[in-house]
């Protein structure tokens, strides 16, 4: 079975920060592109940060400057540094990846999500 499954998530202050890691276990032959996307009560479901293979990211303006997006290929792991947080960060932060099965065919995973509060 090819899943993601992530961890770090939790309870913090306003100003401090979290590690969020996510790892891809299964059939994988490679992956491709890998994100982070979050979703706050009531709110659509919005990009955080996206990495490709090659290393190159893209941020949502709201955390330029406070999060660092970065991956470990030979571990198939993405991670999520943030810093500066703010309670407008609270939500469920979902990992996202292009995965190329070893059967040749390709999918798109979601991991199961993992809760972020930051209180004020």
């Known amino acids: 079975q090819v899943q993601l499954v992530e961890s770090g998530g939790g309870l913090v202050q306003a100003g401090g920060s979290l590690r969020l890691s996510c790892a891809a276990s299964g059939s994988i032959f490679s992956i491709n592109g890998m994100g982070w996307f979050r979703q706050a009560p009531g709110k659509q479901r919005e990009l955080v940060a996206q990495?490709?293979?090659?290393?190159?990211?893209n941020y949502a303006d709201s955390v330029k400057g406070r999060f660092t997006i970065s991956r470990d290929n030979a571990k198939n792991t993405v991670y999520l540094q943030m810093i500066g947080l703010k309670p407008e960060d609270t939500a469920v932060y979902y990992c996202n990846a292009a995965v190329i099965l070893v059967s040749g065919s390709w999918r798109e995973l979601w991991g199961q999500g993992t809760l972020v509060t930051v209180s004020s």
């Open positions: 990495i490709t293979r090659g290393g190159s990211t």
